[in-house]
T-cell receptor, first 115, second 118 residues
Framework: AQTVTQSQPEMSVQEAETVTLSCTYDTSESNYYLFWYKQPPSRQMILVIRQEAYKQQNATENRFSVNFQKAAKSFSLKISDSQLGDTAMYFCAFMLGGSQGNLIFGKGTKLSVKP | GAVVSQHPSWVICKSGTSVKIECRSLDFQATTMFWYRQFPKQSLMLMATSNEGSKATYEQGVEKDKFLINHASLTLSTLTVTSAHPEDSSFYIC??????????????FGPGTRLTVL
């Protein structure tokens, strides 16, 4: 069975600084996808970034980038130039390729951006 | 693009009544939708996978007779909580699976429905 672990329940960062959120996963499969979702206080889940396991290049989306280490089964999220609007719960998620799209979520990391 | 709506956003009902929550994909067709439950300060727990035109697949421990799911069209799935009790109070979130685009399937989430059972 696949599992996703987020070892940092809470983190804080100063505005304009950089922060990295950790995520590790466990799977014996080779075809899968990894995601980071953000859940702000409104509780709307928002896709931040996604990574295909077969791609060696790390995904980036503006201020958000990942460090995907396939051998280590690590998928960390780096947020650069943190903004107050980045304050949210961040969930790492795993999906097997060829599945119905079932997502397996980590427990989340609560990020607070301080002015 | 890839917008998912939910209605209602908040509902309060009396114990023993039934509540229906709608989930719509507004700008794409979704053959597969998902229903999650989220308790305060916790992660999302998958309840069931809803496929258009067929019976939903429920996760272990989820009562299919209590949480009725109907996916009657490619843009609408409904979750009915039957004979609701206070322990059913929670935040319910749906998502719709974006069809394969040659890159990856991705779930897009609705804004959630807060259910309070008195």
């Amino acid at each position: 069975a696949q599992t996703v672990t987020q070892s940092q329940p809470e983190m804080s960062v100063q505005e304009a600084e950089t922060v990295t959120l950790s995520c590790t996963y466990d799977t014996s499969e080779s075809n899968y996808y990894l995601f980071w979702y953000k859940q702000p206080p409104s509780r709307q889940m928002i896709l931040v970034i996604r990574q295909e396991a077969y791609k060696q290049q790390n995904a980036t989306e503006n201020r958000f980038s990942v460090n995907f280490q396939k051998a280590a089964k690590s998928f960390s999220l780096k947020i650069s130039d943190s903004q107050l609007g980045d304050t949210a719960m961040y969930f790492c998620a795993f999906m097997l390729g060829g599945s119905q799209g079932n997502l397996i979520f980590g427990k989340g990391t609560k990020l607070s951006v301080k002015p | 693009g890839a917008v998912v709506s939910q209605h209602p956003s908040w509902v309060i009902c009396k114990s023993g009544t039934s509540v229906k929550i709608e989930c719509r994909s507004l700008d794409f067709q979704a053959t597969t939708m998902f229903w999650y439950r989220q308790f305060p300060k916790q992660s999302l727990m998958l309840m069931a996978t809803s496929n258009e035109g067929s019976k939903a697949t429920y996760e272990q421990g989820v009562e299919k007779d209590k949480f009725l799911i109907n996916h009657a069209s490619l843009t609408l799935s409904t979750l009915t909580v039957t004979s609701a009790h206070p322990e059913d109070s929670s935040f319910y979130i749906c998502s719709a699976l974006l069809p394969p685009s040659g890159i990856t399937d991705t779930q897009y989430f609705g804004p959630g429905t807060r259910l309070t059972v008195l």
